[in-house]
């Protein structure tokens, strides 16, 4: 199930328009699907939870719908919860490919935990997809577990990446390989008052920089194990 909310209370989103997607997108590979993952807590893991149910949403064709009736240049976020559509560690290219068409004229961006790296046929059909969906102007960003992470995904030049970064990382560094991070700026205490629906950088598909997030919510700890390399 999709559900779209079309403006969104969270401080740090900014009042865009957001969806949540069922929890059975999530890949497996994920190491935050065990613990650590900022979405089950909270309200907003209640609303995943229904949503994941089936008591709220809609179905792929009915939300495509939704978005594809937004405004013209209206930024949104895809999957404050969830993931690309498919199960678990695949993605559907199909089902990509009407998100894709309907947010033709919109500036929709979303993250991926859903492997890329490697030559098994997965990993193969999810890059291509994602490089699809970034040549087409809908942003999905690679979600990295670390740094050195990070690098592996940019190597792959299917889309821009962010990471997480161990807890007390400085506003600005670098990956192993000299890619230059920078920490997310809604989450930054230098820059108060920024959202996504002010700073928008992670809609920009051209983008070289890697965004960083520290780990926060309930699970932060265990995130920032993963950042760790833990």
Same mark, same amino acid.
């Given at each position: 199930?999709?559900?779209?909310?079309?403006?969104?209370?969270?401080?740090?989103?900014g009042p865009?328009? /957001? @969806?949540?997607?069922?929890?059975?997108?999530?890949?497996d590979s994920?190491?935050?699907?065990?613990?650590?993952?900022?979405?089950?807590?909270?309200?907003? $893991?209640?609303?995943?939870?229904?949503?994941?149910? $089936?008591?709220?949403?809609?179905?792929?064709?009915?939300?495509?719908?939704?978005?594809?009736?937004?405004?013209?240049? *209206?930024?949104?976020?895809?999957?404050?919860?969830?993931?690309?559509?498919? #199960?678990?560690?695949?993605?559907?290219?199909?089902?990509?490919?009407?998100?894709?068409?309907?947010?033709?004229?919109?500036?929709?961006?979303?993250?991926?935990?859903?492997?890329?790296? $490697?030559?098994?046929?997965?990993?193969?059909?999810?890059?291509?997809?994602?490089?699809?969906?970034?040549?087409?102007?809908?942003?999905?960003?690679?979600?990295?577990?670390?740094?050195?992470? #990070?690098? *592996?995904?940019?190597?792959?030049?299917?889309?821009?990446?962010?990471?997480?970064?161990?807890?007390?990382? $400085?506003?600005?560094?670098?990956?192993?390989?000299?890619?230059?991070?920078?920490?997310?700026?809604? *989450?930054?205490?230098?820059?108060?008052?920024?959202?996504?629906?002010?700073? *928008?950088?992670?809609?920009?598909?051209?983008?070289?920089?890697? /965004?960083?997030?520290?780990?926060?919510? @309930?699970a932060k700890?265990?995130?920032?194990?993963? #950042?760790?390399?833990?």
């Amino acid at each position: 199930m999709f559900h779209l909310t079309q403006k969104s209370g969270n401080i740090k989103t900014g009042p865009i328009p /957001v @969806s949540t997607t069922g929890n059975k997108t999530c890949p497996d590979s994920c190491p935050l699907k065990k613990s650590g993952c900022y979405a089950k807590g909270g309200p907003l $893991g209640m609303h995943w939870k229904k949503v994941s149910a $089936g008591q709220r949403g809609e179905t792929l064709l009915r939300f495509a719908e939704k978005i594809a009736s937004l405004p013209e240049g *209206q930024l949104w976020r895809h999957n404050q919860a969830g993931d690309l559509p498919g #199960a678990g560690d695949s993605i559907d290219p199909a089902a990509l490919g009407k998100l894709v068409q309907a947010n033709k004229g919109r500036r929709g961006f979303t993250y991926s935990h859903k492997p890329i790296i $490697g030559d098994s046929e997965e990993a193969t059909r999810n890059r291509a997809s994602i490089r699809f969906a970034n040549q087409n102007g809908f942003t999905v960003n690679l979600s990295a577990n670390n740094p050195a992470h #990070a690098d *592996q995904l940019a190597d792959t030049h299917a889309g821009p990446v962010v990471t997480l970064l161990p807890e007390g990382s $400085g506003m600005s560094t670098q990956t192993p390989q000299g890619r230059k991070i920078i920490v997310c700026p809604a *989450q930054r205490e230098d820059l108060r008052g920024v959202t996504c629906a002010t700073c *928008q950088l992670c809609s920009r598909a051209d983008r070289s920089v890697i /965004v960083g997030f520290l780990p926060h919510g @309930s699970a932060k700890r265990a995130a920032g194990k993963i #950042a760790c390399g833990k």
